[in-house]
């Protein structure tokens, strides 16, 4: 609980996830991956207002999984 209230955290994942996202060993299939649902997050509430869960905790929630899932499937290719 402590490492999600940290900002150090949370700065270390989103630098993790620009350099996944700018990788180029990482298919465009796999970048899409975290980037449309996270969007279409970010549209759809405004559709939807009676979601409890905010936009940023969506995204950061989105971001802590991608980074890991993606780290151990491209692991050998992001040294």
Same mark, same amino acid.
């Given at each position: 609980?402590?490492? +999600?209230l ?11 996830i620009?350099? +996944? +996202?700018?990788?180029?060993e ?16 970010w ?20 971001? !802590? ?5 993606? !780290?151990?499937?491209?692991? !050998?290719?992001?040294?």
């Amino acid at each position: 609980m402590r490492k +999600l209230l940290s900002l150090r955290h949370w700065r270390a994942v989103f630098v993790r996830i620009f350099r +996944l +996202l700018g990788a180029k060993e990482v298919r465009l299939v796999d970048k899409l991956l975290y980037v449309v649902p996270v969007l279409l997050y970010w549209v759809l509430p405004d559709v939807m207002p009676f979601m409890p869960i905010d936009d940023i905790a969506v995204t950061m929630i989105a971001a !802590e999984w991608y980074t890991r899932y993606m !780290e151990r499937k491209y692991s !050998e290719h992001l040294k």
